[in-house]
């Protein structure tokens, strides 16, 4: 449990480093869940919702960043909740 939970931190820091620049564009996003598979589960809020580019915002920006920080993370997804 130990583990899972640096890799928590890592993931949490990771986000922090990264939501000034979702503020800027109107956004924001909340961690909702690390898997057992590796999988990061946000959501996305405010204008990133429904942003045409969210999806290059969670591959080329949020998930790199993630795997940089924390390589036992796999993917990210967006989920609704």
Partial sequence: MK???QTLLKI???IEQLRPFMHADGG???FVEFT??????VKLLGSCSDCSM???TLRAGLEEALKVAAPEVNKVEAIEL
Avoid: L
């Fill in 3 to 5: 583990n899972k939970d």
């Fill in 12 to 14: 949490e820091q990771a």
């Fill in 28 to 30: 924001d996003i909340e």
């Fill in 36 to 41: 057992d598979a590796g999988v990061v589960k």
């Fill in 54 to 56: 969210s999806h290059m």
